[in-house]
């Protein structure tokens, strides 16, 4: 999972994040982030039941102020892919995985809650928080 989406779910290391964010704002993502917040929020909203519609809502625009505000920047993730596809093919990791890694990369940092991105991570030689 996401550490984006473990922090708008408060879900487990969301904390951490939460810490992390603060001391380092503002925190890169690709794109495909955006997509795996709603997408996630949606889930436990619809699928799980756990939480309201009106809930869910506000969670998400919780998160949109977030990246609105420039604390969290999201990139295109086309810049990402080439380098992301190789991740990917070399590591046996889903490419939408992968694009968080190729990023962090660039910035010399990936905050992760996913035990394997971090795994990658200590092997490509990358600093990385888990």
């Excluded at 925190?27 to 939480?51: P, S």
């Excluded at 920047?73 to 995985?97: C, F, H, N, T, W």
């Amino acid at each position: 999972m996401p550490a984006i989406v473990a922090l708008i779910l408060m879900e487990g290391g969301y904390e951490k994040v939460s810490e992390i964010i603060k001391v380092k704002k503002p925190v890169y993502t690709v794109d495909h982030a955006l997509k795996e917040v709603a997408n996630a929020i949606w889930k436990v909203a619809y699928l799980k039941k756990v939480t309201s519609n009106d809930t869910a809502l506000m969670v998400y625009k919780g998160f949109i102020k977030l990246v609105k505000s420039h604390i969290i920047r999201v990139e295109g993730e086309s810049q990402y892919i080439d380098k992301a596809m190789e991740i990917a093919l070399r590591y046996g990791v889903p490419v939408y995985d992968a694009l968080y890694i190729a990023q962090a990369l660039v910035y010399g940092e990936l905050l992760t809650c996913d035990q394997i991105q971090a795994r990658i991570a200590r092997e490509l030689g990358l600093a990385y928080i888990s």
